[in-house]
């Protein structure tokens, strides 16, 4: 089997399809470096990212693709499924040579592919936004750990710098283990070394957090006992509304 490699960028995807172009390959699959397992009868060509190049084949789509479809192919890569490489490059070959537009050709099964990974995507963005919560360091930075099913962090980070202007903030991807601070001016990437989180839940420890930090959490898990009706219980519709892989980050739930 003919295997490229590439680094896992996006950048480094679009690379790969142009050199698949250039060079007159058909590779069985496309893999990040960092997923790769070794197999005995493997042809590997690994493939080193270039910026040129990979802007040459975005370009390229651009000229072919309504927004929602260059919206959709980005979402789609950054859901990290499995062989999403090889789907996305059947989609881009598709649109590329035809006349026609056919991004929404869902009796394709590679399309329909992509888009259903680029809606889970997209859901999974509105999820996080709706569904982040801050706690107060010590400090005063509001921190909010999670772990988004897709490598979507990014896609929050301008939806928090307008939201919260006035305050320093980091959000963190505890499942991937990066994040993002902002110091009210520049948003950077960081990565914890050595941290007092709690990488399950993202809650951070309690002397790491603001003393009226400890003291809000303790008030809003006495009135959120003391307010419930246990009669009125409704689990499947708190699911509806939030589901249940969102309850740990939630103070009542600790």
Not at 32 to 55: C, P, Q, R, S
Not at 210 to 221: G, P, S
Not at 238 to 249: A, I, L
Request: proline fraction near 2%; charged fraction near 30%; aromatic fraction near 16%.
């Amino acid at each position: 089997m003919k295997i490229f490699l590439y680094d896992g960028t996006f950048e480094g995807f679009l690379t790969s399809v142009f050199e698949i172009y250039d060079r007159k390959i058909e590779p069985d699959n496309i893999v990040n470096n960092n997923k790769y397992k070794n197999a005995l009868f493997d042809e590997v060509i690994e493939i080193l990212t270039t910026e040129e190049k990979a802007k040459r084949v975005w370009t390229g789509l651009c000229k072919k693709l309504s927004k929602d479809g260059q919206k959709i192919i980005y979402y789609a890569f950054l859901s990290e499924a499995e062989d999403i490489e090889i789907h996305l490059l059947k989609f881009i070959q598709r649109v590329l040579a035809s006349k026609i537009p056919v991004e929404q050709d869902f009796g394709d099964k590679n399309i329909l592919a992509v888009w259903q990974w680029g809606k889970k995507v997209s859901r999974e963005i509105h999820r996080v936004l709706m569904f982040v919560r801050f706690q107060k360091t010590s400090d005063n930075i509001y921190f909010a750990g999670f772990d988004p099913d897709y490598d979507i962090l990014h896609l929050a980070v301008d939806h928090l710098k307008k939201r919260f202007s006035d305050q320093h903030w980091v959000i963190y991807d505890t499942r991937r283990n990066f994040g993002f601070y902002y110091n009210l001016k520049n948003v950077t990437e960081m990565v914890f070394t050595e941290s007092t989180i709690n990488f399950e839940t993202g809650r951070l420890q309690e002397e790491a957090m603001a003393e009226e930090e400890v003291t809000f959490q303790k008030l809003w898990k006495i009135y959120f006992t003391e307010m419930t009706i246990e009669q009125r219980k409704n689990l499947k519709l708190q699911k509806q509304h939030m589901p249940k892989r969102f309850w740990k980050y939630l103070v009542e739930k600790w």
